[in-house]
């Protein structure tokens, strides 16, 4: 059930070698074909969690970029799932009514943390999550996001993969969003700021997974004139000047999902560690 989607890790290999930092599940099972997991931490405390449920009929895949601190996404990899699980309960199955009664019903019970907490837990109140939803059940796709990260649907043709975004960003960028932004904050004639090409609200920066992530942080790399390896050096907390906290989930959907299920009977969840170089020092130590 996704109310037992809680745990941590599920065997994924906790730094490669040469990057302490980047985690990373290589290929397991789901109902409709395989997936792979990996997420990279730049930040001293990683605001970045990410979770994949499975079961005979569904697959499910949270993707929380956290910002201003952890608290956030962790709470969402924590109470997501659940409120998708009740509210389908409730209604008689999955519907796009039903993700965003729980993004909605996710979001109001953080705030209510944070008006209970900011006065003792003050940087409690700076902190938020992007949130990008990706459900595959009875052989629909839902895809729900609200902030900045991205799903992209890859599909083979003429020897080559062609991709093709599903989501469209929701950040400051959209002048929708600014708008609305700028709305709320009437008072504040500098909410919204443009600084270095880039729309950003005031005070806020904004198998195949792994190799997704390593050509992230190739690219970041080649920003700095640095090579792959020395970024790969830097410790945590340094490490954001170079780069964010990255998290990608690759899902292949190259089987109808009727052919796996007996095999994938199984009910599995895989969380994102809370902290990826405490992680690989641990035993799931990766020498591939």
């Not at 409730?90 to 209970?116: D, M, P, Y």
């Not at 003429?158 to 709305?183: F, M, S």
Request: glycine letters at 10%.
């Amino acid at each position: 059930m996704l109310l037992d989607c809680k745990c941590f890790g599920g065997g994924g290999g906790g730094g490669t070698v040469g990057d302490d930092l980047l985690w990373h599940i290589d290929l397991k099972r789901h109902a409709s074909g395989d997936y792979s997991f990996a997420m990279v931490q730049a930040n001293s405390k990683l605001e970045d969690q990410g979770q994949v449920f499975t079961s005979p009929s569904a697959t499910y895949l949270g993707v929380y970029d956290g910002h201003g601190g952890p608290q956030a996404s962790r709470f969402v990899s924590r109470r997501l799932f659940p409120f998708i699980h009740d509210f389908a309960t409730e209604q008689g199955g999955l519907s796009a009514e039903v993700i965003r009664k729980a993004f909605s019903a996710t979001e109001e019970e953080f705030l209510q943390i944070v008006k209970r907490s900011w006065m003792a837990q003050p940087e409690i109140a700076s902190a938020g999550s992007c949130c990008l939803l990706g459900i595959v059940s009875d052989d629909l796709l839902y895809v729900a996001n609200l902030g900045d990260s991205r799903a992209v649907l890859g599909e083979k043709g003429n020897g080559r993969v062609v991709a093709e975004r599903l989501t469209t960003d929701h950040n400051v960028g959209v002048e929708e969003v600014r708008k609305e932004v700028e709305a709320r904050h009437p008072d504040d004639a500098k909410i919204v700021i443009h600084a270095r090409g880039v729309w950003r609200i005031k005070g806020i920066i904004q198998g195949i997974a792994r190799r997704l992530v390593r050509a992230a942080l190739q690219e970041a790399a080649k920003k700095r004139e640095m090579i792959y390896k020395d970024i790969t050096k830097i410790e945590k907390g340094v490490r954001r000047y170079f780069h964010d906290d990255i998290t990608v989930i690759v899902m292949f959907l190259d089987h109808p999902s009727g052919r796996l299920r007996a095999k994938a009977s199984s009910v599995d969840c895989v969380s994102s560690p809370a902290d990826i170089y405490s992680s690989s020092n641990g035993s799931n130590k990766d020498h591939s």
